[in-house]
């Protein structure tokens, strides 16, 4: 995989901030351009608009995207709290369905157009955005989709992240999100906007988008409709000049059907890796082991990911 990013936080002296990013990899390639103004009529009201194409193979299907989001952000009169808006329009082609898929997926395929709406209400009180110490992030957002388009839903997601400062100047994390969502009667829920969890930013150790609901002929991932995700971690200096940090950890969650309880069966995995503060941006390299691997999955993953962490 390689990754170029241009960007410009000052743009004309005007403190606007403009970004162009390109990550072509064997399985994934994506392109995105970010524009933002962060005072806009003088007032601390933060504008922006994306622009994004992305392709990714999946085993079931190849998912091709083109489209964009405006959004805004102001703050609130409680301290560290803001208040987030976003429209975002898509364009999903799904292609490469295997004769036998399932019926779900092959619904999905007929399925292009999301046009959706968010609100987010977020107070984050860390010390860092990359390895905090101290302090927390909380969020809650609720988007809806159904203002055109083909998909009608509404979903939710609540997320708590919680970072203790402990002896030898370690830190300990705990990181949880849960989040249900439902088809609304006017528009389509299809498989592509459902849940999956798995990989470096939700349950490590097992693939990106592995842990899902599966049809019961084809064995094929077809998304849930709620998850429950729970992280804990245990931070410590590695090489403090490079700003190198160790971490070990556990994590659990599942994802799951209409027909399925929160809770109802969990996934866990253990596992370590490092963190530093590297001149591309911050980098994340990291192991997990599956503690009770199905069939299909593998016991053991290695992941890494530059420039995003819970």
């Known amino acids: 995989m390689g990754m170029v990013e241009i960007s410009h936080n000052n743009l004309f002296g005007r403190g606007q901030q403009i970004k162009a990013q390109g990550i072509i990899g064997a399985i994934s390639t994506r392109f995105r351009l970010s524009f933002t103004e962060p005072y806009l009529f003088d007032r601390p009201l933060s504008a922006g608009f994306d622009a994004f194409i992305w392709e990714r193979e999946y085993t079931e299907y190849t998912r091709k995207s083109r ?70 992030d909380n969020s809650f957002n609720i988007e809806m989709a159904g203002l055109g388009g083909d998909t009608a839903f509404l979903r939710y997601i609540v997320e708590s992240g919680w970072y203790f400062p402990l002896w030898w100047k370690t830190v300990g994390v705990i990181h949880g999100r849960l989040g249900y969502m439902m088809r609304l009667p006017w528009g389509a829920l299809p498989a592509y906007e459902k849940f999956y969890l798995g990989g470096i930013d939700s349950i490590r150790g097992f693939k990106y988008a592995d842990i899902s609901p599966r049809d019961p002929v084809t064995g094929e991932r077809i998304g849930g409709d709620k998850f429950v995700q729970l992280n804990l971690e245990y931070r410590f200096p590695l090489i403090k000049k490079l700003g190198v940090t160790g971490t070990v950890f556990f994590d659990a969650g599942n994802v799951y059907g209409s027909n399925q309880a929160f809770f109802s069966s969990m996934r866990t995995s253990v596992g370590c890796g490092f963190r530093w503060f590297s001149p591309m941006g911050p980098l994340r390299v990291e192991w997990g082991y599956n503690l009770r691997p199905k069939s299909w999955e593998k016991h053991s993953a290695w992941e890494f990911t530059v420039g995003s962490q819970f």
């Open 67 to 136: 489209g964009g989001d405006v959004r805004l952000a102001h703050p609130l009169r409680w301290k560290y709290t803001r208040l987030y808006g976003m429209y975002r329009f898509e364009n999903v082609t799904l292609s490469g369905l295997q004769w036998y898929a399932s019926p779900v997926l092959q619904e999905a395929a007929t399925i292009h157009n999301t046009s959706a709406t968010s609100l987010t209400l977020r107070r984050d009180s860390r010390d860092a955005i990359f390895n905090p110490t101290r302090g927390s």
